[in-house]
């Protein structure tokens, strides 16, 4: 059917479809060194959708495992695929894995439930909450990190794991009343499900052989799900015994506090039950850390290479703040460093790609789509497209975002979509960027930096956009 309407791609192969192809590319992109130009992200992370735009053009059609899926980079379908409003293009069932990672929260339900849960987190990381409680909690955690880099001084650092503990600390204590080590045992479990996910996502398994054999991940994994469950529970009661000694003025005013608060709510539309609880903790826990830190290590090697843009950022910091700590009006009028977020976002985008379903047959554009068709947006193509971005779009240049979002994008809303676009977009999307623009002021307040000898540039996609081997710099305290 997509074949008659001018979309190609790669043929179907009996059950694997063309995962066995993704396998191979990307095991022969992983031994070869990349050079350190952001010209190399497409054919380095998702090798597959760069030889087959080649081959097939910028929409065209794969198979994984029995799904088809059909890649979209044009900006005006992916308008329409993100602000349709009758449920054509839904959120798809998430893989098994993912499932029990994340459960059936925020992220993956539809519907009334969606709607409820949106409104709590809404609620919860709204701007006021942003400024009254979480800028000062980001400050603190920055501030424990700067201290420890101390040691560092004159020396090497690896910052994607340093940005691991940081936005690990900082959802903690901002959403949950926790912090870091508490949580640790958490956070462990929770990448130990991620590695499992990683190591499945391009294995098929024939449907129903599940129920007969149970593979190694499988036992892991409904292991893991158990272990968290029980964490997160001990966390709520914890929360809820507090609250009854009336050591938190309710249930608090935080995320865990609006997710009890609406557990024991008396008007039954509102009410969330235990799991749903369970389910937003996870998602939080995880969403709430992998993506900021993937954004901030990012941000800081452009930084470490582009040291103009360093001494920039950091002259409008001092401008802004002198060696005081941010301040949240200050943080707003961040300009250059906004301009360095957004470019490192649009290069560098957590969210590789970002996937729906057709929910019925429908029209896209001038196609007729078939339904259960799998749509994938992939992030990385429609960012570093030079028929919208330039013939420099592979080069890092804050200043396209001098003007703003709208200017550089030429209005094109689904021209730069890093969180998402529509009604189910980041709802962490202003605690991120705050907590980024945070954690950037103080690092330059202190420290000037450069990439490290050391450093192998090597993007791979994960759950989000990773460094596979990490991000050494160098640190000089000023
Ligand atoms: C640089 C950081 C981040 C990036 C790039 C990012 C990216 C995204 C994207 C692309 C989506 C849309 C997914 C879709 O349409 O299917 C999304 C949704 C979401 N994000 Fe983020 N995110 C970031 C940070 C955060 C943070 C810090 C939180 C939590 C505090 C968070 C929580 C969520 C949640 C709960 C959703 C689902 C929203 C819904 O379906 O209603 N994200 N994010």
């Not at 053009?57 to 794969?62: D, E, H, I």
């Not at 990012?298 to 409008?316: G, N, P, S």
């Not at 189910?424 to 490290?452: D, P, W």
Request: hydrophobic fraction near 40%; aromatic fraction near 8%.
């Amino acid at each position: 059917m997509m074949r008659t309407q001018g979309i190609k791609g790669p043929s179907y192969k009996f059950i694997h479809g063309n995962t066995k192809e993704i396998i191979n590319m990307r095991k022969s992109v992983k031994s070869t060194l990349t050079e350190l130009s952001h010209h190399e992200l497409l054919p380095r992370v998702q090798p597959h959708i760069h030889a087959w735009i080649k081959l097939y053009g910028m929409n065209f059609l794969y198979w994984h495992g029995p799904q088809a899926q059909l890649i979209v980079t044009e900006p005006d379908m992916i308008k329409e695929i993100f602000s349709n409003k009758d449920g054509a293009f839904p959120k798809k069932e998430l893989p098994v894995y993912m499932k029990k990672l994340l459960g059936d929260g925020i992220v993956a339900t539809k519907g009334e439930k969606w709607l409820k849960l949106r409104k709590l987190s809404n609620h919860a990381f709204h701007a006021e909450c942003l400024k009254v409680s979480m800028i000062p909690a980001m400050i603190a955690s920055v501030e424990v990190i700067l201290e420890r880099w101390r040691q560092h001084d004159g020396k090497e650092i690896e910052v994607y794991q340093e940005f691991k503990i940081l936005t690990s600390e900082i959802i903690s204590r901002t959403a949950f009343g926790s912090s870091y080590l508490e949580g640790q045992h958490i956070f462990d479990m929770l990448a130990r499900m991620g590695d499992i996910i990683i190591r499945n996502s391009y294995k098929i398994t024939i449907p129903g052989i599940g129920n007969i054999v149970k593979l190694s991940d499988d036992i892991e994994s409904e292991k893991l799900e158990q272990e968290i469950r029980n964490s997160f529970i001990n966390m709520i009661m914890k929360r809820e015994k507090a609250a009854m000694e009336g050591k938190w003025g309710g249930f608090g005013s935080d995320f865990l506090g609006s997710l009890l608060l609406a557990h024991h709510d008396t008007d039954k539309a509102k009410i969330i039950s235990v799991e749903d609880m369970i389910d937003e903790c996870k998602t939080f826990y995880v969403a709430g850390q992998e993506t900021t830190r993937s954004s901030l290590t990012w941000t800081v090697l452009l930084l470490a290479i582009h040291t103009d843009w360093q001494d920039k950022a950091r002259r409008e910091v001092l401008e802004l703040f002198g060696l005081q700590n941010p301040s949240p009006e200050g943080i707003a009028k961040l300009k250059t460093v906004s301009m360095i977020i957004n470019e490192s976002l649009r290069l560098y985008c957590p969210a590789v790609q970002i996937p729906r379903i057709v929910h019925k047959e429908v029209r896209l554009g001038k196609l007729i789509l078939p339904a259960n068709t799998e749509i994938i947006v992939p992030l990385l193509v429609v960012h570093q497209n030079p028929e919208i971005w330039g013939e420099d779009a592979h080069l890092f240049k804050p200043e396209r975002f001098a003007d703003g979002i709208a200017k550089a994008t030429n209005s094109n809303t689904a021209a730069f979509l890093p969180f998402g676009l529509g009604p189910r977009s980041c709802v962490g999307l202003n605690f991120s960027v705050t907590e980024t623009k945070i954690a950037l002021a103080m690092i330059l307040q202190h420290y000037r930096f450069t990439l490290s000898p050391t450093y192998v540039h090597s993007p791979v996609h994960l759950i989000t956009m990773s460094p596979r081997h990490g991000v050494q710099i160098m640190l000089e305290a000023l």
